[in-house]
């Protein structure tokens, strides 16, 4: 492993030539589709380049985006991101002013994956390549423009803003890959090398603890002989670190975001509830002389409107998303919270529920993953594959994620208490949530 991190170092030009080449994939991929015309239902992945795309994007890059920050880290921040490789190359030209307090607000990670995941659904972005170029290349754009206003050869954007990067710092601690940092060797100063790089995602690498900051560059292995790329336990940045490290905006960003607002996301467009939630708010304003709210004439941009394939919202349609979505994510991430909180006095520390809640980081990632394989499965079974497994591999991977999530708990509440009857009441506690997240996804995938 340790050569492993060295031949990164050596090699960060080559790493930059697949950033370059992955940024230029990437926009014509985005753009291109943007112009064309939309598919239509004979069109095939493999002879359509807005299908190709959208399979692309939402059924393969996405999901197993997620997927490698669980098992390899933020290798692809650091490796093949597009926004982070334009922001820090546009940074080094830049007017490189010094990070305001704004930008800096502990809040965004947490904001802007509310915001992007709303719009998404609002806009259909999985579905449509106007939509997709809308968010993502909007992503881009901003990521560029921060980068042009602040740091110099930084990744401010990434670091702060980026609305993935929060969601990508909390499956990281799983990884069982990193870069450690020995804080007695680097302090001796005995060796290796001393001159310092330029860590891109501004971490102070002589204290980091570890991997949910770390971009995984390679740029600082060897430095001052203790920074290595090495091994740990799966979970075990939780399990351990995560009694300094845990926040209250990490709570509110897995537990609000990463499960209560993705549920909500994927749940809306199959859910009896809010297909019977519409029908009674839709004659409520019949009664009410609200007819405005049904009419579909809102633009594009701003709501779902393809009327050529007999695809728009109206207005009560995105009124009624929101909500759901909002709503889902109050109901479910507010139970979790109350779960956390007391399953933290079971153990005698208020201040543990924090701690206590990364332990739903494998479920959240699960869902997410689960959820975003939907768009997968859905175009294959366009093209004609059967798949009859989908759902046995479903029930294992919530199953392993209930696992994981309760195993990590378990780990988590020996660091607040020695009680064995204190740690098998807060595990029981937390487990009463696994089992309303395993049931929340149940339902969409087994039910509905």
Not at 267 to 276: N, R
Not at 333 to 353: I, K, M
Not at 379 to 404: C, F, I, K, S, T
Not at 423 to 448: E, M, Q
Request: one cysteine or more.
């Amino acid at each position: 492993m340790v050569a492993l991190g060295d031949g990164m170092r050596r090699h960060g030009r080559l790493i930059r030539g697949i950033q370059w080449a992955i940024v230029l994939f990437y926009a014509v991929l985005v753009v291109l589709p943007a112009f064309l015309p939309l598919p239509d239902d004979a069109a095939r992945i493999l002879d359509n380049l807005s299908l190709f795309a959208q399979f692309l994007f939402w059924g393969i890059w996405w999901p197993f985006v997620l997927l490698s920050m669980v098992l390899v880290g933020r290798v692809w921040c650091g490796v093949f991101c597009p926004e982070g490789a334009l922001s820090e190359a546009v940074s080094q030209h830049g007017r490189g002013r010094g990070i305001p307090r704004w930008v800096r607000w502990g809040g965004w990670p947490c904001t802007a994956f509310v915001i992007t995941t709303v719009y998404g659904q609002l806009v259909s972005v999985y579905q449509y390549p106007q939509a997709a170029l809308l968010v993502l290349g909007g992503s881009t754009v901003a990521a560029v423009g921060v980068g042009l206003m602040y740091g110099r050869g930084k990744r401010v954007w990434c670091r702060h803003l980026c609305p993935v990067s929060g969601v990508f710092g909390l499956l990281a601690r799983l990884a069982p890959l990193h870069f450690r940092v020995d804080r007695a060797r680097w302090e001796a100063r005995t060796g290796g090398i001393v001159v310092l790089p330029n860590c891109a995602p501004l971490i102070d690498i002589r204290r980091m603890e570890g991997g949910s900051a770390c971009h995984m560059c390679g740029r600082c292995s060897g430095q001052r002989d203790a920074v290595s790329l090495a091994l740990r336990a799966p979970g075990l940045e939780i399990a351990v670190n995560g009694q300094r490290a845990a926040t209250g905006w990490d709570t509110a960003l897995l537990l609000f975001g990463l499960i209560g607002v993705a549920m909500g996301a994927f749940h809306w467009s199959a859910s009896p509830w809010f297909v019977t939630l519409r029908v009674a708010a839709a004659d409520w304003l019949i009664e009410h002389n609200g007819l405005w709210m049904l009419t579909d004439n809102a633009p594009w941009w701003l709501l779902t409107h393809y009327p050529q394939n007999n695809d728009s919202f109206s207005w009560l349609d995105g009124a009624l998303i929101t909500g759901y979505i909002l709503g889902t994510a109050l109901l479910v991430g507010g139970a979790l919270y109350a779960l956390c909180a007391v399953a933290a006095r079971w153990l005698g520390r208020p201040a543990a529920r924090h701690h206590l809640a990364l332990a739903y980081v494998p479920l959240g990632g699960c869902g997410v993953f689960l959820g975003l394989s939907m768009t997968t499965l859905t175009m294959l079974r366009h093209e004609g594959l059967a798949l009859p497994w989908v759902d046995a591999a479903r029930a294992a991977l919530l199953a392993g994620a209930v696992g994981w999530s309760l195993w990590l708990a378990w780990r988590s509440s020996a660091a607040h208490s020695a009680s064995l009857p204190r740690r098998l009441a807060a595990l029981l506690t937390i487990g009463a949530g696994a089992a309303l997240i395993a049931g929340g996804w149940g339902l969409l995938f087994f039910v509905w």
